[in-house]
DNA sequence: GTGGCAACGATAATGATTGTCAAAAACGCA
DNA sequence: TGCGTTTTTGACAATCATTATCGTTGCCAC
């Protein structure tokens, strides 16, 4: 039987990528997150990257996105559903909460009669800085 | 200068996927229209029928969504600005529209000094045939 | 008709993500 | 501190949807 140990081990790897991920400031991509880590010396490989952070995600450590014709994005968020504005050129992120929103996509997929109902939401924009 | 023809032609396998989009209730991928297509007795290369769904996707004629994890979906869609409910199982998609959504989405971004605004919205959920 | 040029399509290339599996490292326990 | 068990790692190969090539086909304006 043994439902026993959870069994996550703390690992040098895991440290850094969550400690890199704690100092950005707007979404990165793995590959990014791999880059930054290999420039300061730390020596983390490309699966592991990637394991980390769909481990992160699935923990809901941290959030995915995934824009139009790029590859997954990372970024460490705050607790609770919300969605996000983000910027198209710098990344940079703020979380926004809808409650309005939250519960028109619940009423509506009501009245079409769907169950199990879930949403994806961003909004994308230029921020003050990089509108120069 | 001319700004001549916007040189559209029209061929045979152009007609089939449009015709083919036509028929179909949700969303389906390239692969699968491609396959259906063939079935049918069409003649179409895969190529051409990626070629054929992005460029009426330019056009504003045909919607897309990338769910999570798998290929690139199509649907012939309404005019104008509006956003879906799909079931997860089958594709079933209704059109929905939410103007507060809209709004909230651009007052929020002015809030935070973003411009060019856009946003992605979709809603899943499982279907009142597909419930069972 | 016919010539120019868009469209086609078989095939190769791309590129992010995932699978593999032997070697390395954690950690509970002695 | 040493050991055995189990997880984690990571170099490398594999996947697979999409895109790029580029010679051929055929639409269509004249
Ligand atoms: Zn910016
Ligand atoms: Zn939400
Ligand atoms: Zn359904
Ligand atoms: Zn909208």
Redesign the pocket.
Known sequence: MSE??A????????SA?SALLGEMEGFH???DLHAMLRQRGE??????????L??LADAGEIDVM?PP?????YRRCSEGHHHHLVCRVCGRTVEVAGPAVESWADRVAAQHGYADVSHTLEIFGTCPTCVR
Chains 1, 2 share one sequence.
């Open positions: 026993s140990s069994a996550v081990r703390n690992t040098r790897q895991r990528v991509s793995a590959q020596r983390v490989g490309l699966t592991t990257v990637y394991r980390t769909q481990g995934r014709g790029g590859e997954h994005l």
